[in-house]
């Protein structure tokens, strides 16, 4: 009994195939199926219910279960307190939401790089409610999204929140938002349902309201006078340096969009973990250099 095969055993059972496992562990679907063939036959008991559909565990795969998470735990335990951070190897899964990528991502990335040299990083820049998804699937190691993620199984680390004003193009003065169309963040997010129920209320049938999931193509619209709309100051910055857009106050102002580095918290990574620390370090400095 090797401990690849345990490993290879704890991420079969995690997420209930061999092709999952495959490609979380960067091998190919044969290696996998070896090597929980050899486990079986070393151990002299099946491990898994092989029929259609995801396998199931046997009697004796839930009791191996147990006991591969407490040496994985262990092994994590090693990595953190002896090994060196810098010879850490391996592929590491990173979702964002365009907000985070526009703002802060690359001071992270930097931080992230220089303690981990040797990691590679996978990047995604997605809408929060794809980045939910995928982090459950466990096809993202660490999630930066509009959250928390409300799920026990789930660990969420608060990030700064970020401000939305409200902008119009410097050409066109037309506020009155039962005339001029108002652009927001993707029809599949939270700041999008809160402000057309907020807009819904306050301006009634008349109001017209575009979704867009780029943050800088809507911050464009809004310089050509298309529309008006709420977003964070950071990311409209240059367009304000620019003079195509100015700062207006309609009567009210949305909800700040509030942010968490989210990660799946068995098994545990103290790679993850310590990803997620990073993440608001450095989200709380750059909070507190740029305005609000």
């Known amino acids: 009994m090797t401990f690849d095969q345990i490993r290879t055993f704890l991420w079969v059972a995690r997420l209930g195939g061999f092709r999952k496992a495959a490609e979380r562990l960067h091998l190919s679907q044969p290696a996998v199926s070896t090597r929980i063939a050899n486990l079986e036959n070393e ?4 491990l898994f219910e092989r029929g259609p559909g995801e396998l199931v565990l046997t009697k004796h795969g839930t009791l191996l279960l147990s006991y591969a998470e407490q040496m994985l735990f262990v092994e ?6 002896v090994a ?7 592929l590491f899964r990173i979702g964002a939401s365009e ?13 992230f790089s220089e303690r981990y040299p040797r990691v590679n990083v996978d990047l995604t820049v997605d809408i929060s409610l794809n980045l939910r998804a995928a982090l459950l699937e466990r ?14 199984s789930v660990e969420n680390v608060a990030l700064p929140p970020f401000d939305l004003h409200w902008y119009r193009s410097a050409t066109n ?3 009155d938002l039962s005339i001029i169309p108002v652009i927001s963040y993707s ?6 349902r809160e402000l057309m129920s907020e807009l819904s209320r306050r301006i009634g049938p008349k109001v017209r309201v575009f979704a867009s999931a780029s943050l800088s193509a809507s911050l464009k619209m809004i310089g050509a006078g298309v529309a008006v709309g709420p977003y964070p100051r950071a990311l409209a910055n240059d367009f304000l340096a620019s003079g195509q857009i100015v700062e207006f106050d309609p009567g009210f102002r949305p909800q700040p969009l509030a942010f968490t580095a989210s990660y799946l918290s068995e098994p ?25």
């Open 99 to 111: 907000t985070i990528a526009q703002a802060w991502l690359p001071e992270f990335l930097k931080a």
């Open 139 to 152: 096809r993202l190691d660490l999630a930066l999204l509009m959250g928390p993620v409300s799920e026990f």
């Open 84 to 90: 060196n951070p810098s010879e850490a190897e391996g």
């Open 268 to 292: 545990r990574s103290f790679l993850v973990e310590a990803s997620a620390e990073i993440a608001q370090d450095v989200a709380q400095t750059w909070d507190k250099i740029h305005p609000k």
């Open 43 to 46: 151990l002299r008991v099946p």
């Open 76 to 81: 994590e335990e090693i990595k953190q307190r």
């Open 173 to 175: 003065s037309q506020t």
């Open 187 to 192: 029809s599949k997010t939270r700041p999008y």
